[in-house]
């Protein structure tokens, strides 16, 4: 498991996909963040703070992530090598882990430069250091979590399809109705007292509460358990290419 995770992880960073998907993140959060005039823009806040980053990257990663994981089994199922791996002395299970994983560690090491822009904040804040750190670092395990969730969505729509335009244009409609979904459809008052209950179903509620660096056990354990239920549905998918 671990040799096929840092094979999957090295695929990504010896090819332009890596790199492309960690500059492209970078690049958008940093011209809202600092260039173009708006909301987002932190000098011209006058706040302290780089919360508008955790507002951006959910929809940054919202089509990033599908464009990492949607060649992971499409691929494979592609090329006529899925057949192959699954004949190496690994279960379903921990190959579907192997790739969770790098796609995963991918989204991680897209964020850590994203640090850079804390330091900034920190350094020219008035006083100096006149930051929310513990906030701040709760938001960075909040935006962790919701690239755990994505990828493991990513990855059960790559399980669905050989085609990797459509595997990702699967994981951005999934990502996008987990996110808002839930609450959009709760917003039609057809739910009577169930509205709150639907909304807490969707990503967008627990993941609001966690970048505000509110650290509660029941965003984490949503945050697992949504990604625990998409990896089990690509084990799932995979297991039952053998029943056809």
Sequence with gaps: MIALYFKELNSYLSSL?????ILLYLLINGLFLWVFDGGFNIPDSGYASIQP????????????????TMR?????????TLEFLFTKPLNETKIILAKYFAALSLVIISILPTLVYFFVVYAYAEPQGNVDVGGSMGSYLGLIFLG???SA??????ALTENQIVSFLIGLFLCFFMYTGFESLANFDLLGGFEQTFVNLG????????????????????FI???GIFILATRLKLVSRKWV
């Design 153 to 158: 969505i990513g990855l059960f729509a790559s």
């Design 17 to 21: 996909t890596g790199y492309l998907v």
């Design 225 to 227: 358990s949504l990604s």
């Design 148 to 150: 755990a969730a994505y």
């Design 53 to 68: 980053l955790f507002v951006i990257s959910p929809w940054v990663f919202m089509f990033l992530i599908p464009a990492i």
């Design 72 to 80: 992971m089994f499409s691929d494979e199922r592609r090329l006529g």
């Design 203 to 222: 990503i967008s509620v627990h993941f609001s509460s966690m970048s505000r660096g509110v650290i509660d056990t029941r965003d984490a354990i949503y």
